[in-house]
């Protein structure tokens, strides 16, 4: 079923028209081909989250429960999260790789206008699955979800998280995810009872494709954040998030009659009328931003 579902995935990716850019910019897609890893209802990771993450976070069975869907007998071990790399395209890379303290445009709209389309994608995929006769949920789709600001940020059902699980990738000192094409990606995922076959997960070490925890170098993350965010002790969320502010002000003056508006939950309150544009310098020009630095060095 995994290769079936990707063939179907890809031709999603190919042909929906809300994986393209503003023609402003070219009008092309905004993420090139993507790719899944598959990890289990019942994976002791998704309790370990509730330590991790926070004690809000969602197993998938507790999800699949609170989103209405029908319980039996052993669910955790029938449930398969699925998760999706998207992989932004080349172009928005080479010039991001460009600017300093404000974002290309480029990437800033392929930023806003990612949000729709994964809620399409993933509105086709529950059909999809559907119509082979199986169940099915997203974590962005729910009303369930939610995005916590208490004290610090994080949501009770983390995309990133599910991905580790999957054993797409591993975490990073700017706090993205390292895949084998890289950080600079997006992430969705799914919840089903279909008989998705479960994908190796190859790192044990959550941080074991970022350079600097791996071997104590690189920092280039650190370097290129201009908000200051990122030192050897990490990622601070709160000054990322007031710089992403500063972002997203200044591109709206720019760029805002053309910005698509999200919706999001804060702490389970919805708010509407969001205008999402990123900033991610710490995901361009750097070692990790196309590829898996520490691929070939593990073992």
Not at 52 to 65: F, I, N, R
Not at 73 to 81: D, I, N
Not at 290 to 299: L, R
Request: with cysteine; proline share 5%; net charge positive.
């Amino acid at each position: 079923m995994n290769e079936e579902f990707q063939q179907f995935l890809e031709q999603e990716f190919a042909r929906n028209e809300l994986n393209r850019l503003h023609e402003n910019y070219g009008g092309g897609r905004i993420f090139s081909t993507p790719f899944i890893g598959v990890s289990s209802g019942d994976d002791h990771l998704y309790k370990k989250y509730k330590k991790v993450v926070g004690p809000e976070h969602y197993t998938p069975a507790e999800l699949w429960l609170a989103d209405g869907l029908p319980n039996q007998e052993g669910l955790a071990s029938k449930l398969r999260v699925v998760s999706i790399v998207c992989p932004f395209v080349d172009e928005i890379r080479i010039v991001s790789k460009t600017v300093k303290k404000i974002p290309a445009e480029i990437y800033s709209v392929g930023r806003n206008y990612a949000n729709p389309f994964m809620l399409d994608l993933l509105r086709r995929i529950i059909k999809y699955i559907q119509d082979l006769g199986y169940n099915a949920t997203a974590g962005m789709l729910s009303e369930n979800f939610s995005i916590y600001t208490r004290g610090r940020f994080y949501s009770n059902f983390s995309e990133r998280h599910a991905a580790y699980a999957a054993g797409l990738g591993t975490f990073s000192l700017h706090e993205g995810f390292i895949t084998e094409v890289g950080c600079n990606v997006r992430f969705t995922s799914f919840i089903t009872d279909a008989p998705f076959e479960v994908t190796p997960r190859r790192h044990e070490d959550p941080y074991g494709n970022c350079l600097y925890y791996s071997e104590g170098t690189c920092r280039k993350c650190e370097e290129k954040c201009p908000g200051g965010a990122i030192t050897e002790n990490g990622h601070d969320k709160n000054k990322c998030f007031y710089y992403g502010q500063k972002v997203a002000r200044k591109l709206r003056d720019r760029i805002g009659s053309i910005l698509k508006p999200s919706s999001r939950r804060i702490n389970h309150e919805l708010r509407p009328g969001w205008f999402p544009v990123g900033c991610a310098f710490c995901q361009f020009d750097v070692p990790c931003m196309d590829k898996n630095p520490t691929a070939g060095k593990q073992k």
